[in-house]
């Protein structure tokens, strides 16, 4: 009996994450292409209709699904075969697992037992994720590689150096956060952002770590190949990058990709910086102000209110990436390798000293 | 002789805070989320025409798609005298006469076919018209068809307009 409780939590679990995950892809393409619009001003997409509805050009990302779907499965000649056909595999397969580790609600009391709301409570959450996206490059490197031509090459390379060095200055700038949590497990640095900070200040990793979480967020752009260092497509440069010699639903699945890479990212920086589910002074029994004021709220509500704030959170986050590529331009090659090597890295070593030097004279090392 | 020296104007140097381009980033980021406020909440402000249902209005001299005149009677004013296919340089003007039955009109066009294809809208025709039987005052432009044929456009198309 345990064990067919396990089984349909577990599965449940996952379709709950990949339901949310791939069904934010086309809200994503849809407020990129209108957002877009919008700032440069012009319209936007507003022409495909189902029963003369345009709900503002919602139907676009569907017919251009469709449409990539219905298109000829094209391999072109000279490319390596496999490794052509495995390149948009490897590019989604990491960006949807990544996901797996993020909590997206408190845990829940269901027929007697504590069920946690993320795929798996990994104690080692944050290596995970680390070891996982690391593992996305791959996409880009084999498409680049397998496609035998130059731009391609081009945007892989390009792709290779750029995770190389941002990988390091994301890494890094995760320490000091580990340091103040002392955890790697997501959950538990979920559950520690829930207190106060010299009671006024919610304890978010933004608020202990603004360094860090600057440099996690230029990190996490550069990882997500995102405007500004979204140089692996470089299309003023080299075509379409990586994904030139891509066609029909390769290129879609690429596509998909960087919109979940995008979510991914914004659910990271919800929940390592600004408290993944947790609402500011809101506890298990209502709202707990500073000046002492409470407001009792029954308990599903609260509950309600916690997944909403993550998915807000993770609206927010991934509409500033969009948001972001249409005010900032791309960066040239060697601006992107100063950046990463020359300030972020040294600032993310200096982060990590401050941290443990401020943490060694509250705590007294204890 | 004394060599001109120019002077080629540099970007100035950035102040400290401007090379930390946070808060500049921050200011570009104003700056778009004003325009998409600001394009939302006024969306008839934006520049962009919705091509098929808006047609922009055309200055009153704009040669577009020709028409033919008529006579107060219904009949074409056109006396098929060869001027305007004879004045057309990408000769898209095709005219077959035939004898008027009006004793008082010499000849009347049998055939008067415009290639829409081959007209590069010079307007020669039209200057070339002696009794102002043709004229590019319609205001419209660029026709799109699916085949070619529909492109061709015949003596009843061109009274029709």
Redesign the interface.
């Known amino acids: 009996m345990s064990g067919l409780f396990d089984l349909v939590v577990s599965v449940a679990r996952v379709a709950v994450m990949l339901a949310f995950t791939l069904s934010l892809v086309p809200i994503f393409v849809w407020a990129e292409r209108k ?1 877009a619009a ?6 936007g997409p507003n022409r495909a209709r189902i029963l003369g509805l345009t709900l503002g050009g919602l139907f676009h990302p569907l017919a251009d699904a469709l449409k990539l779907l219905f298109k000829e499965d094209f391999i072109p000649d000279g490319a390596h075969r496999l490794f052509y056909q495995m390149a948009p595999m490897f590019a989604l397969a990491p960006a949807l697992m990544t996901f797996a580790v993020i909590p997206f609600g408190p845990p829940v009391e269901i027929a007697g037992r504590v069920v946690a709301l993320q795929v798996a409570d990994l104690n080692v959450g944050i290596l995970y994720i680390f070891a996982i996206s690391g593992m996305s490059v791959y996409g880009v490197i084999l498409a680049g590689w397998a496609s035998n031509s130059k731009y391609p090459l081009l945007g892989g390379l390009r792709a290779s150096a750029q995770m190389i060095s941002y990988e390091v200055a994301l890494g890094l700038s995760i320490i000091g956060l580990v340091m103040v949590f002392r955890s790697v497990r997501l959950s538990e640095i979920v559950a520690s952002q829930g207190t106060l900070l010299w009671g006024i200040v919610p304890k978010w990793g933004v608020f202990v770590q603004p360094l860090g979480f ?1 440099l996690f967020l230029v990190a996490v752009f550069a990882e997500a190949n995102r405007t500004p260092f979204d140089l692996p497509e470089g299309e003023s440069e080299i075509v379409a990058g990586f994904h030139t010699e891509y066609g029909s639903f390769k290129f879609s699945i690429f596509f998909m990709a960087e919109y979940i890479h995008m979510v991914v990212g914004a659910a990271l920086i919800a929940t390592l910086f600004f408290g993944g589910w947790q609402v500011p002074y809101l506890a298990d029994s209502g709202f707990l102000l500073p000046g002492g004021l409470a407001l009792g709220l029954p308990g599903a509500l609260v509950f309600f209110l916690r997944i909403g704030a993550f998915v807000g959170k993770v609206f927010f986050f991934a509409w500033l990436f969009i ?2 590529r ?3 331009p791309r960066f040239r090659y060697d601006q992107v390798m100063r950046l990463g090597w020359k300030v972020l890295l040294p600032l993310s070593l200096a982060n990590i000293f401050v941290t443990g030097l401020v943490l060694l004279l509250i705590d007294g090392g204890a | 002789m004394v060599i001109g020296v120019k002077k080629v104007a540099r970007p100035r140097k950035m102040s400290g805070g401007e090379s930390l381009y ?1 808060l500049e ?1 921050l200011k ?2 104003g ?3 004003g ?2 406020l600001r ?2 909440r006024h ?1 008839e402000n ?3 025409m ?1 091509y098929p249902e808006v047609r922009r209005v055309m200055p009153p001299r704009f040669r577009g798609l020709h028409r033919l005149m008529k006579r107060p009677d219904g009949t074409p004013r056109c006396v098929a005298c060869f001027c305007c296919s004879t004045a057309c340089p990408a000769v898209c003007i095709t005219i077959v006469a035939g004898e008027s039955p009006d004793p008082s009109i010499e000849k009347y066009p049998v055939r008067f076919d415009i290639d829409m294809l081959r007209c590069v809208f010079c307007g020669h025709c039209v200057e070339a018209c002696p009794c102002d039987a043709i004229r590019m005052d319609t205001g419209w432009f660029t026709p799109a068809e699916h085949t070619r044929e529909k492109l061709i456009y015949t003596i009843d198309m061109l009274l029709e307009k």
């Open positions: 957002g919008y700032i440069q001003d012009r319209r600057l948001w972001v249409w005010t900032i | 946070l980033i570009g980021l700056v778009t989320m325009h998409l394009n939302i969306q934006i520049a962009t919705e």
